[in-house]
Antibody, heavy 123, light 113 residues
Framework: EVQLVESGGGLVQPGRSLRLSCTAS????????MSWFRQAPGKGLEWVGF??????????EYAASVKGRFTISRDDSKSIAYLQMNSLKTEDTAVYYC??????????????WGQGTLVTVSS | DIVMTQSPDSLAVSLGERATINCKSS????????????LAWYQQKPGQPPKLLVF???TRESGVPDRFSGSGSGTDFTLTISSLQAEDVAVYYC?????????FGQGTKVEIK
């Protein structure tokens, strides 16, 4: 059974950093791209970025709102994807979800989602 | 960026009746080389992560009841729930993965009348 479990969320002050982890099980992480999405309280879904698999060069793409502040990485040997968030702003407050990106030969949709982890940026 | 606009923002439908949600993209999400529309639909219930319902605009995800169907091409898409059940109360989102940044519609809240 495919499972994704996010961890690392919590309360953090503006300007500080936080690293989220997404632990995968039930499939070989290295075979898939992984995406991060977020959802501010009471709001809609926002794509944060993704990291492609080794077969596609482990390249990354980011939303403009987080580019230069957030970094997505992966450790396929541990089956974990990461979201490093630096210079956090109050508007980064959201539930963060990781998803497995289905294999379609390119950049695709998320077929499995984790339960999410809440990040609250506040002084 | 491709802007996704859903309509309506909310709708109330009687049990057993049809619910129709529309999604319009600001530019085509049809990839000509493979003739696929890079459009998915998700269902989100309160306190839960989104659940994939439809991908490639009209392919139902495994395990999704057949009362859910997706249609459309290019810039105009529709998610139809043919016979609304109580467990279908949720917010529904369309999502384009044609280009980055990937974007979502604002969501449509479906309730029971």
């Amino acid at each position: 059974e495919v499972q994704l479990v996010e961890s690392g969320g919590g309360l953090v002050q503006p300007g500080r950093s936080l690293r989220l982890s997404c632990t995968a099980s039930g499939f070989t992480l290295g075979d898939f791209a992984m995406s991060w999405f977020r959802q501010a309280p009471g709001k809609g879904l926002e794509w944060v970025g993704f990291i492609r698999s080794k077969a596609y060069g482990v390249t990354t793409e980011y939303a403009a709102s987080v580019k230069g502040r957030f970094t997505i990485s992966r450790d396929d040997s541990k089956s974990i994807a990461y979201l490093q968030m630096n210079s956090l702003k109050t508007e980064d407050t959201a539930v963060y979800y990781c998803t497995r990106v289905t294999n379609c030969g390119g950049d695709c949709y998320g077929d499995y989602w984790g339960q999410g982890t809440l990040v609250t940026v506040s002084s | 960026d491709i802007v996704m606009t859903q309509s309506p923002d909310s709708l109330a439908v009687s049990l057993g009746e049809r619910a129709t949600i529309n999604c319009k993209s600001s530019q085509s999400v049809l990839y000509s080389s493979n003739n696929k529309n890079y459009l998915a639909w998700y269902q989100q219930k309160p306190g839960q992560p989104p659940k994939l319902l439809v991908f490639w605009a009209s392919t139902r995800e495994s395990g999704v009841p057949d009362r859910f169907s997706g249609s459309g091409s290019g810039t105009d898409f529709t998610l139809t729930i043919s016979s609304l059940q109580a467990e279908d109360v949720a917010v529904y989102y369309c999502h384009q993965y044609y280009s980055t940044p990937q974007t979502f519609g604002q969501g449509t809240k479906v309730e029971i009348k």
